[in-house]
């Protein structure tokens, strides 16, 4: 088989894979390294968790409440703006921040910020990312303190680092095919489906021997069902097919829609994703080891989201 174009471009090469929006055109940045880190943008869910939608807050300017068992988390603000956003940030910083779980000042970054997976982008897609973080509208709103548990203390958060975070790029298995490693390193990396998908112990970390088999106490407490190929539990009914769709449009096999928390990653970042990547990610995730583990099922949508109301 080929090496897919999808490999070639996000992996490896960063060549073009979206339309630019209207503030990229006016970017510093080359336009097609801030039209490439769009797509990545938007395939990371940077829109959906640093945006407040249910207050109408403007987009990527944090405020967003993420509940879970260690208390309420409020995503910042990652806009341009130099008072309450990453406007003095350098890309160094935010390298650091995606690779080691770090802020610009050196504090440790709550793990509530996936950059476990983050950790896993090419160097080449953290730049593009980066160059398109600086190219959107700067907000002036200044960010919300956590409210957590007394017993999560930030300095803690180091002795969770060295149980369970290793930093590191993606490394293709030259076992697999292209195809393969293009949706390994989409549904690891950039989508982090196992942050979500993989339950959590008392600490936070995640179990290893249920890894992708869904959690009763995912993001915002709801259930995230097991995306693993076990026929009773997971998605082992499902196709490559049926679930490329579903990553595009919210729609399962039996008709069914997405849950709630599902169909914002669907609506505001996995549809804009070209159909090639969605099906190396359909490749990858049905070729997972299955995994019997019952969790239930989300909310069900109303209606995926146009692509056009994106913005």
């Given at each position: 088989?080929?090496?897919?174009?999808?490999?070639?471009?996000?992996?490896?090469?960063?060549?073009?894979?979206?339309?630019?929006?209207?503030?990229?055109?006016?970017?510093?940045?080359?336009?097609?390294?801030?039209?490439?880190?769009?797509?990545?943008?938007?395939?990371?869910?940077?829109?959906?968790?640093?945006?407040?939608?249910?207050?109408?807050?403007?987009?990527?300017?944090?405020?967003?409440?993420?509940?879970?068992?260690?208390?309420?988390?409020?995503?910042?603000?990652?806009?341009?703006?130099?008072?309450?956003?990453?406007?003095?940030?350098?890309?160094r910083d935010f390298?650091?921040?995606?690779?080691?779980g770090l802020d610009?000042?050196?504090?440790?970054?709550?793990?509530?910020?996936p950059y476990p997976?983050?950790?896993?982008?090419?160097?080449?897609?953290?730049?593009?990312?980066?160059?398109?973080?600086?190219?959107?509208?700067?907000?002036?709103?200044?960010?919300?303190?956590?409210?957590?548990?007394?017993?999560?203390?930030?300095?803690?958060?180091?002795?969770?680092?060295?149980?369970?975070?290793?930093?590191?790029?993606?490394?293709?298995?030259?076992?697999?095919?292209?195809?393969?490693?293009?949706?390994?390193?989409?549904?690891?990396?950039?989508?982090?489906?196992?942050?979500?998908?993989?339950?959590?112990?008392?600490?936070?970390?995640?179990?290893?021997?249920?890894?992708?088999?869904?959690?009763?106490?995912?993001?915002?407490?709801?259930?995230?069902?097991?995306?693993?190929?076990?026929?009773?539990?997971?998605?082992?009914?499902?196709?490559?097919?049926?679930?490329?769709?579903?990553?595009?449009?919210?729609?399962?096999?039996?008709?069914?829609?997405?849950?709630?928390?599902?169909?914002?990653?669907?609506?505001?970042?996995?549809?804009?994703?070209?159909?090639?990547?969605?099906?190396?990610?359909?490749?990858?995730?049905?070729?997972?080891?299955?995994?019997?583990?019952?969790?239930?099922?989300?909310?069900?949508?109303?209606?995926?989201?146009?692509?056009?109301?994106?913005?």
């Amino acid at each position: 088989m080929k090496m897919s174009r999808v490999y070639r471009r996000l992996a490896l090469t960063g060549l073009l894979m979206a339309a630019p929006s209207a503030w990229a055109a006016a970017a510093s940045a080359p336009a097609p390294l801030v039209v490439q880190g769009e797509y990545v943008y938007r395939a990371a869910g940077c829109f959906g968790c640093h945006t407040d939608h249910k207050n109408h807050g403007k987009p990527l300017a944090g405020g967003r409440p993420l509940a879970t068992p260690f208390g309420t988390f409020y995503t910042p603000n990652i806009t341009p703006d130099a008072q309450t956003g990453i406007g003095k940030w350098s890309e160094r910083d935010f390298t650091r921040a995606l690779r080691e779980g770090l802020d610009r000042s050196g504090k440790q970054l709550y793990p509530a910020f996936p950059y476990p997976a983050y950790s896993k982008l090419s160097d080449q897609d953290i730049h593009a990312l980066w160059a398109y973080l600086r190219s959107v509208a700067p907000v002036r709103q200044a960010n919300k303190a956590h409210d957590l548990k007394w017993y999560v203390p930030r300095p803690l958060v180091r002795l969770w680092k060295a149980l369970y975070f290793t930093p590191g790029a993606y490394q293709p298995d030259p076992k697999q095919s292209p195809a393969w490693n293009c949706g390994a390193y989409l549904a690891q990396a950039a989508a982090h489906c196992g942050e979500c998908h993989t339950p959590r112990n008392a600490v936070g970390g995640s179990d290893p021997g249920l890894r992708h088999a869904g959690t009763r106490n995912g993001p915002d407490n709801s259930a995230v069902p097991n995306i693993t190929p076990d026929k009773k539990t997971g998605i082992g009914k499902w196709s490559a097919s049926d679930l490329a769709e579903y990553l595009e449009s919210g729609m399962m096999p039996d008709g069914d829609t997405a849950g709630d928390l599902m169909a914002e990653v669907i609506d505001d970042g996995l549809q804009y994703l070209r159909k090639d990547d969605l099906a190396a990610i359909a490749d990858y995730v049905t070729s997972l080891p299955a995994v019997e583990h019952a969790v239930g099922r989300a909310h069900k949508k109303k209606k995926p989201a146009a692509k056009e109301d994106w913005e």
